[in-house]
């Protein structure tokens, strides 16, 4: 009889511990508590580094807000050069790459891109005081003109300069602060960048858009190729956040009302 209680004890122990086990593996999805995110902080006001030296911007707190709609309980932010990105997402060292990122064809090869979440074109910016004010990319010519490796504005200078024989010297930079702090000193007479980030350098530094080059970028983050779950995830959260009132409050908080 002892045996018999023992054995049934037993079963139900079993079966509990079974359903509870299949219970946390369905019901906890994504089973991640955080979402990894990448960013290269030198892009004001998309991601950059406050007074106290905390990463902010509008991408960090859009995708903080994305993860916690897909479930996840918060982001862990990892900081790197700009060209590191994709190599850290497809090594598996980040989950997601919120970096002003351009969607490009080249880059839909290795990565998989969200919706787009906002519009860009590339700026010419000079030194305020320099007189020197460029129309387009051609009167670059015989100019030292600053980008950021690995981004657009850097391709579209030096594809531009080789089909037209330009005579640019292109030099590449690890981050667009240091390129604009050397544009400011007077060691290069041009940088070219993201329209929305120049406007920000605009009201930091002594510098000045000297003409838009209309390249009609759009923004997405990025996931691993295959992701397919996390991506869904991340566009129903990002439909939801657009129309929600808490888009514009973001416009606001990083651009500003006139946005
Ligand atoms: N939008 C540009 C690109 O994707 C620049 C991005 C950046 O420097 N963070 O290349």
Known sequence: MNRLLLVVVAVIVIIVIAGL????????????????VGTSPDFPPFEYIDEEGN???????????????????????????????????????????????????????????????????QAILVRED??????????????????????????????????????????????????????VNGRIDAVVVDSPVAKMFEQKYPVTIATIIKTGEQYGFAVRKGETELLQALNKALHEVKNSPEWNKLIEKYFGSAG
Do not use: C
């Open 21 to 36: 086990a299949y219970y946390f593996a369905t019901s906890q999805a994504p089973t991640k508590e955080y979402l990894v």
């Open 55 to 121: 990463v902010v911007g509008f991408d960090i707190d859009l995708i903080r807000l994305l993860a916690q709609k897909a479930g996840y309980k918060d982001i862990k932010i990892v900081t790197m050069d700009f060209d590191s990105l994709i190599p850290a997402l497809t090594q598996g060292k980040i989950d997601v790459i919120a970096s002003g990122m351009t969607i490009t064809e080249e880059r839909k090869k290795v990565v998989d891109f969200t919706d787009p979440y906002w519009e860009a074109d």
């Open 130 to 183: 320099s007189g020197f004010m460029p129309k387009s990319i051609d009167d670059l010519n015989g100019k030292t003109v600053g980008v950021q490796t690995g981004t657009t504005g850097a391709d579209y200078v030096k594809s531009y300069a080789e089909e037209h024989g330009l005579n640019i010297n292109v030099k590449e930079y690890s981050s667009f602060v240091l390129a604009v702090q050397d544009l």
